[in-house]
């Protein structure tokens, strides 16, 4: 009886099935089993045959920092900590039609006009569909090798034969495919081979390489889960497509930090990099409206102002609902629950909406006093000073907790002309005093209770 050479593996939790089955026997996932090939058995003895000794050095060993090619877009480079590292890996994932191709074509001719060699290979386009999105982002003349292709082996052999190559983009690993698997390109087993190659390639010839990739509906990267283990740097290019604006944000960099940020605008000539977002969130402002606070956030190292915005609206079906776009949800509950119990704001049948202006999403806890100044405006119907800043974490107790980088915050609000900033009450043994920029006074505040009294809510809002 012949040897079977395939077997079925589950890509939740590794159990292995010598036929397919609609749900895993294991841990009872559906449709998670996948063909994959079977590995060679080892050699006699139970060590793998052929192998050589591999040399160790001193963990305190001299190590030059990794060189860096310089892009020549800047939001690109700082989000991946100062440019290309030579073989690198990287994953570029976003929702389709975010903007991914135009990026990486746009990063690609930038490179190849400072003299070096990119080659870019797409699976999901043909060349000429590819030519004539560079003509109409301007990019035709940019001396980059165009090649439309699928099969892994022919794009191995040809970026093994280009001499002095610098950057290979795969757009996108999910079309590529692998002859000696039996499974369909896209599959799990295809992408998990595919990037495995590619990455081989990356480390064995000194290249950058980009693998753009698709996400799920849940906003994950799309593929096994290893594949992000396996990259060196994982990029989300995220976004709305009712918003220009485009946000790339980092989730892994092994040669730099995690939380930087870069902004993009799109606009009918591509992707144009915004140098200050803040200005550009706060565009369309309008300072006198109940509900709305300015937020002075950080990402990364760059100091971030955004609009939020509250609507509060009464509900007599004893349901309420809390929708929340851009930030926690599961925050905004226990945000609520501590104004209506610790401040004593009513809003236990009403309706609460919130909402991130411009399309970024916050995840940093110091946004707490500016969600709180937008729902006490709300209900009150009072507005909040227009050339305020608010920043601040809030606890359970209803205590305002001090945040880190204050004073890059209160540079930037300075920078934009705001007047005024309310941040937490400074503790008489904490830290070394702020030193706010001139002509911005601060308002400090210890307690949920000192944020509500600037708001002259009515009697009917209050216990």
């Known amino acids: ?163 002095e190559v610098t950057l290979a983009v795969i757009d996108s690993i999910q079309t590529m495919w692998l002859d000696t698997l039996d499974s369909s390109p896209g599959s799990l087993a295809q992408v998990r081979a595919a990037a495995f190659e590619l990455i081989r390639l990356a480390k064995t010839r000194d290249l950058a390489v980009v693998l753009v990739g698709h996400v799920t509906k849940d906003g994950a990267l799309a593929g096994p889960r290893v594949l992000e283990h396996m990259v060196d740097v994982v990029l989300y290019f995220e976004g709305d497509r009712g918003h220009q604006f485009r946000i790339l944000r980092a989730a892994k960099n092994r040669f730099g930090a995690t939380d930087e940020i870069g902004v993009f605008e799109m606009t009918e000539h591509g992707l144009a990099e915004v140098a200050n977002p803040s200005a550009l969130f706060l565009a369309e402002r309008r300072g006198n409206i109940a509900g709305s606070a300015v937020f002075a956030g950080i990402e990364g190292t760059r100091p971030v102002l955004v609009e939020i915005q509250a609507l509060l609206a009464p509900n007599p079906q004893g349901s309420p609902r809390r929708s929340v776009i851009g930030w926690d949800g599961g925050r905004l509950g226990m945000l609520l629950a501590v104004l209506e119990a610790r401040g004593g704001l009513r809003l236990g049948g009403t309706d609460v909406y919130l909402n991130i202006a411009g399309g970024l999403r916050i995840g940093e806890p110091a946004a707490d006093l500016a969600v709180a ?59 070394r005093a702020l030193s706010p920029p001139a002509g911005l006074a601060l308002h400090e505040a210890g307690h949920i209770a000192d944020l509500l009294a600037r708001f002259a809510a009515p009697a009917a809002g209050r216990t």
């Not at 982002?137 to 794009?155: E, K, N, Q, S, W």
């Not at 945040?403 to 209160?410: D, G, I």
């Open 1 to 163: 009886m012949a040897r079977p050479t395939s077997r079925f593996v589950c890509q939740s939790c590794g159990a292995i099935a010598a036929k397919w089955t609609g749900r895993c026997e294991a841990c009872g996932e559906w449709n998670t089993l996948v063909e994959e090939a079977i590995p060679p058995a080892p050699a006699p003895g139970g060590r793998p045959a052929g192998g050589s000794r591999i040399a160790f050095a001193p963990l305190d060993a001299a190590a030059e920092p990794a060189p860096r090619t310089v892009i020549g877009i800047s939001e690109l480079d700082r989000v991946l900590g100062g440019g290309l590292v030579r073989g690198s890996a990287i994953l570029v994932g976003g929702d389709p039609g975010i903007g991914k191709s135009t990026l990486m074509l746009q990063a690609a001719a930038a490179l190849a006009r400072a003299g070096r060699r990119v080659l870019y290979v797409s699976g999901e386009e043909s060349a000429e569909q590819v030519r004539l999105r560079a003509r109409r982002l301007g990019l035709g003349p940019a001396p980059v090798a165009l090649a439309a292709a699928t099969h892994l082996r022919d794009i191995v052999a040809s970026l093994e034969a280009e001499p």
């Open 373 to 431: 100044a937008a729902l006490a405006s709300a209900a009150s119907g009072q507005p909040a000073d227009p050339g305020m800043v608010f920043f601040g974490e809030i606890g359970l107790s209803g205590e305002i907790r001090q945040v880190a980088q204050a004073e890059a915050r209160l540079k930037e609000a300075a920078k934009l002309g705001f007047s005024a900033a309310s941040l937490p009450r400074r503790l008489a043994r904490g830290g």
